[in-house]
């Protein structure tokens, strides 16, 4: 098979969910739409959250920096795909195929340890309240966010640096709309084992060891809750835990979904359909969801409109005098 260095590879082809040209408008406007409300919507949450002195706890301080992950997520791999749309072009630069396949993992990671790290925030609240404000202190929880982003960050350079080692075919089309690691080894006309040990590995570890986190974290707050003598306490209990863990169950029961299509798909294409629901639909849900079961957000959020759309009187009066 003929095969060329990755220094002489200058462009990957992404075959995006279908080669029907008559489609490709009508999947440019949905993506756009559904980028457009996940930039809004996360964007809100974090104003939300920054604007409200009640809201500078732990919990809403990891949920803004999830609302940011979920931002940077989204703006990873859909712009590029609505670009190609327009330009009629299916073309990605090699650099930035890598760069893409570094920034989806480090935000795919980032997210996992985020909503462990969420867990085990309501975990302290509900399982040790008396002991939470000296427990989930700034030094912890600033601690806990910048060791999430160093892990992420780690892994996805030892993923991307693995690559530069691999030599690629000349068939260089990738059966997605963006580059996924996986999709990226299969063009590999090198060695993959080594890759695909440490995809493996890294895969248990930096999934597998946030979802037990996870699991154990509402172990322990059912058995709390269940302990509880009053039912307003058990209902309050689980209306905290409510939003956080119908966002676990989106992005992992999506995540698994996925898995389980491409095992079961007779085309790549199919897979690379069944990952919008992993890629795009979670970043775009978690806004609404936190929004709508959440009381105190839905307070905040709906100061913040209203200082949007009925500034204070006397700012106008201010600006119409000067």
Do not use: W
């Amino acid at each position: 098979m003929k095969y060329r260095n990755h220094t002489a590879v200058s462009e990957f082809l992404l075959l995006g969910l279908t080669e029907d040209p008559a489609l490709q408008p009508l999947i440019f406007s949905l993506f756009l739409s559904m980028y457009l409300v996940t930039i809004l919507g996360n964007l809100l949450i974090i104003l939300a959250v920054s604007s409200d002195p009640h809201l500078h706890t732990p919990m809403y301080f990891f949920l803004s920096n999830l609302s940011l992950t979920d931002i940077c997520f989204s703006t990873t791999t859909v712009p590029k795909m609505l670009v190609n749309i327009q330009a009629r072009d299916q073309s990605i630069s090699y650099t930035g195929c890598l760069s893409q396949v570094c920034f989806v993992l480090i935000f795919t990671i980032l997210e996992n340890f985020l909503l462990a790290v969420m867990a085990f925030d309501r975990y302290v609240a509900i399982c040790h309240p008396l002991r939470y404000t000296a427990i989930m202190n700034p030094h912890l929880y600033i601690f806990l966010l910048q060791f999430s982003l160093l892990i992420s960050t780690v892994d996805a350079l030892l993923h991307t640096l693995m690559l530069l080692r691999l030599s690629f075919c000349t068939d260089l089309e990738i059966p997605h709309f963006f580059c996924e690691l996986a999709e990226v080894l299969q063009l590999a006309c090198s060695d993959t084992l080594i890759n695909n040990i440490l995809v493996f590995v890294a895969a248990c570890v930096f999934s597998g060891v946030p979802l037990l986190g996870i699991i154990f974290s509402y172990i322990h707050i059912v058995s709390s809750v269940l302990r509880m003598p009053s039912s307003e306490g058990k209902h309050k209990a689980f209306s905290t835990c409510g939003s956080h863990l119908s966002v676990v169950s989106l992005f992992y029961g999506t995540g698994f979904g996925v898995y389980i299509s491409s095992a079961v798909a007779d085309s790549p294409r199919k897979t690379a359909v069944a990952s919008v629901m992993y890629t795009v639909v979670p970043q775009m849900l978690n806004p609404f969801i936190y929004s709508l079961r959440n009381r105190d957000m839905k307070e905040a959020l709906g100061k913040l409109i209203g200082r949007i759309a009925f500034p204070p009187r006397c700012v106008i009066c201010f600006g119409l005098h000067f």
